[in-house]
């Protein structure tokens, strides 16, 4: 009997949802995935009838651990650690990690998820996966993450690899976490590859890595509002989060002169209708890099900034915004009053920041909106560039990698137009899901049922 395989997204979505009980932010990517993707794979009979969307989001594997590890106080310790290797079609697979309370396997299997098809959007021979611990760093000494990194990587080591799997970071997982990692990866192996990328300069590491995701993002949306007839100079933005992608944002945003009023953490927003210029970004980078501060202290230091505890920076006028925190920190009343408010582009700087249903409506507005897995994708991509360097024993100037890492934004950009264009106006999340999925589903199909 020939079992005829879904073809609305309401069918595939209770399989989905039956086959991964309350793995919600699972569901959520997917959900946003196959909305767009499904009448481009029924028009295709040769990706409907392979069931290319059942095999897609079915991770490859999930390897699951204990790390046990000692506090400053002696005291015994466990968290949980994953690696999701979700496809490896096109490339080993290749993904941050993630150390955060909030880490769960729903949240780890939509990262992995969306690894894939952004790894795809880069152009590089990279296959998608993700990684962490509900593990969280905050308040932790140098030696206690040093030891957890450490305990974590005897059993990780088992699983990656410079040609199997290759992870970087991620929330809470920085250079001085990536340098335990990959420090005890090349004790237990006897071996100086390139098993990790994001590694310091002197072992290894690439130029411009660190600057990526948040270039890359900017880069991204400069080229949405130039396809557009716009530019970034000028305008007033809105940026959320403190950490490695918003403070890189910040500094291109600003660096093409735009003005850039808000920064934020978990704990509440800072605004500053002045600007965040190069001085302020060098104060707020010390803070949370080096001293591992709260964003509310860059008021005590800048007059005329004010701090709003507990609530998200998207009621702040701007004609642009760049989500950089976390998944689900812009809601849809939030999308509505940024629409309300004359938001010209939003650029997602983290991963699924946006609530299905705000994208939804900035769609429906005609708000040009880049979608993480093109937007953030300069983070991987130069991941790509330091293997291929580890691989060559060499390495690149900051002005080539950059240059690249231009190129590489740009023909992301491109790839969105071209499936993504409607009447005018390009739906940037139809664009990067078929272009991202066509490189994949063409590869699992040359390999036969995989
Ligand atoms: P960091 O750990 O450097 O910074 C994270 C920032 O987001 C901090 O300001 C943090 O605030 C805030 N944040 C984290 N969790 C929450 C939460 N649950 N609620 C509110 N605020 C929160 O991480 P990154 O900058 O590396 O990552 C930010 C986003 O970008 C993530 O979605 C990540 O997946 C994505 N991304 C990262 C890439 C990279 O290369 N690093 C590449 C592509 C995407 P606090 O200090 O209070 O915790
Ligand atoms: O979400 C992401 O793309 C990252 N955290 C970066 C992954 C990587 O391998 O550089």
Redesign the pocket.
Known sequence: MWIEPCEDTECFMRGLIRRNPGESEFHQAVREFVETVMPFVKANPKYRESQILERMTEPDRIIIFRVPWEDDNRNVRVNRAWRVQFNNSIGPYKG?L?F?P?VTQSVLKF?GFEQVF?NSLTGLPMGGAKGGANFNP?GKSDREIMRFCQSMMIELHRHVGEDTDVP???????GREISYLFGQYKRLENRFVGVLT?KGLQFGGSLI?TE???YGNVYFCENMLNHAGDSLNGKTVTV????????YCVEKATLLGANVVT?????GFIHDPNGIDAEKLAFVKDL?EVRRG??HEYTEKFSGATFHQGT?PWNVPCEVAFP????N?LSADEARTLISNGVKAISE?????TELAGVHEFLQAGVLFGP?KAA?????AV?GLEQSQNAQRLSWSREEVDQKLHSIMKDIHEKCVQYGQDDGFVNYVRGANIAGFLKIADAMLAYGNV
Do not use: F, W, Y
């Not at 920064?263 to 704990?267: F, H, V, W």
């Not at 700087?349 to 920041?353: K, L, V």
């Not at 953030?376 to 991987?380: F, T, Y």
């Open positions: 941050g993630r955060h909030t990262l952004k905050k970087a970071g991620d929330i809470g997982v920085g994001g890595r990526a995701t948040g959320s989060g403190s950490g490695n992608v918003a403070t920064m934020s953490d978990s704990s949370k709260r964003i998200r950089c925190a976390t998944q920190e700087g983290a991963n699924m920041p993480a953030n994708a300069g983070g991987v991941s």
